[in-house]
Nanobody, 124 residues
Framework: QVQLVESGGGLVQAGGSLRLSCAAS????????MAWFRQAPGKEREFVAA????????YYADSVKGRFTISRDNAKNTVYLEMNSLKPEDTAVYYC?????????????????WGQGTQVTVSS
């Protein structure tokens, strides 16, 4: 498995930006698909964005499309989530996840390694 550590969360006003990072170690990072999920209080964990092992394709939830960008740097074993035009409804704990050749990039069960999460709070 891949060990994952998220960072970059915090408190930001609506309309602001944050950049999350996820540092990976362990199994070969460069062969793993990577994703971000989030979980708000009282809600299920939901898909946010994913990226293929080579970075050539990315996938987004409709709620973040056009505002968030996922990217990766395989030389640094790191995946990023650039979040712009943040809204209060983006408030959640954001989790990084890794998986090998998922059949469905949006499914939680496609990923077998998870980080501990980083809190993002957007104030109105």
């Amino acid at each position: 498995q891949v060990q994952l550590v998220e960072s970059g969360g915090g408190l930001v006003q609506a309309g602001g930006s944050l950049r999350l990072s996820c540092a990976a170690s362990g199994r070969t990072f460069s062969s793993a698909a990577m994703a971000w999920f989030r979980q708000a209080p009282g809600k299920e964990r939901e898909f946010v964005a994913a990226i293929t092992w080579n970075g050539r394709r990315s996938y987004y939830a409709d709620s973040v499309k056009g505002r968030f960008t996922i990217s990766r740097d395989n030389a640094k074993n790191t995946v990023y989530l650039e979040m712009n035009s943040l809204k209060p409804e983006d408030t959640a704990v954001y989790y990084c996840a890794a998986g090998v050749a998922p059949s469905n990039y949006r499914a939680r069960h496609a990923y077998d390694s998870w980080g501990q999460g980083t809190q993002v709070t957007v104030s109105s």
